[in-house]
């Protein structure tokens, strides 16, 4: 049976293969061409090897600052220049003044971006070694004294300088640019004798440490000075004056009076001065051209006021006072001063006074 079909396929090949030639020479004869087909050659194709990656994702890093071109050149610190270490208590400054340099020049030699900013033990590049400052020992102030500079004699004649002539009576003592001071006495020594006597202490600043001095002595020859005392004992001592008593000098003055004017009730000795104008008058002057009146404000530090002056006695030596403008001082001095041709004077006693 298998040798009947094998005979069949063999049979069956051939009969393909002679059915195949008969049509290639069937086709041969129709164009034409007399020689045997070229058989095509057999191409094997290879598809390409195609390779998938992954493709990576890109990412700006967020904490990466930008780079930026610097617009100057870096700083080069100056190494010629000798290393010297900060000591306690320099400054750029001062390094700078003892090594004969600026600020600026050792900015720039040791590139430093804050010149307030130097520690002790840097080491900074000078031009030479600056001269070391030796520390002192810390300034202890010492209390200061007191001050005072003379003594005023109420009423008085200046004769000549640092000399006054006194009649007897009632004077008043005060003390001229005192302070610091808490005690002001007065002392006499009489010419000729050892032993200075105490007239009086006042530790009243208000009214110029006054005292009231009792002239007796008509043949008086003193010298007269204050001592001022502070709170720590420390005294200042005036220059010392000459006061005497001879009635052949002049120009005499006599009292200052003030109207209108009431006794203030707490102080009888202080005058009670209403807003406006009041008349101020003196009696008992003689030998004198003029008479001048003064006023001065109490509290520590005021110079004196001229208010006036009176150079016509016929009808009365006196002046109008306006208060209206010292209305705000609290209380203060008037006096009166009487001057003649050759620059003698004779002063009243001062008149405390309150303006309101």
Known sequence: MRRKIDSQVALSGRALLSLLMLTLAALAC????????????????????????????????TNTPPFIAPTQPLCVP???????????????????ARSGTTVAALVQANCLTNPDVIFVGQALRVPRQPAIITPTAPFTPTPSGPSISSVAIEPSVQRGAGQF???????????????????????????????????????????GFAVQWLVTAGNLSAQLWAVATAANNQSAETP???VFTDTAFAPTIGALSVTPSQPDPLEPAVRILPLGQVLLTVSGVSNATKVLFYF????????????????????????????????????GLVWAQAINALGQTATTASLPIVIR
Do not use: C, H, K
């Open 165 to 207: 002539q006194v009649a007897t009576g009632m004077v008043t003592l005060r003390a001229v640019g005192v302070s610091g001071a808490v005690r002001v006495a007065y002392y006499l020594q009489q010419i000729g004798t050892s032993a200075p006597v105490l007239i009086g202490e006042s530790t009243t600043p208000q009214n």
């Open 78 to 96: 100056n190494t010629a220049w000798p290393i010297y270490f900060v000591r306690q208590g320099d400054t750029l400054a001062n390094i700078a």
């Open 30 to 61: 129709n164009l034409g061409v007399s020689t045997a087909p070229t058989p095509t050659p057999f191409v094997i194709v290879t598809p390409p090897v195609i390779v998938v990656t992954a493709t990576p994702t890109l990412r700006l890093a």
């Open 296 to 331: 001065v404000d109490e509290r520590p530090g005021n110079a004196p006021i001229l208010l006036g002056e009176d150079s016509n006695f016929n009808d009365g030596v006196g002046i109008i006072f306006n208060t209206m403008p010292f209305s705000s001082v609290p209380r």
């Open 240 to 242: 010392r004056l000459i």
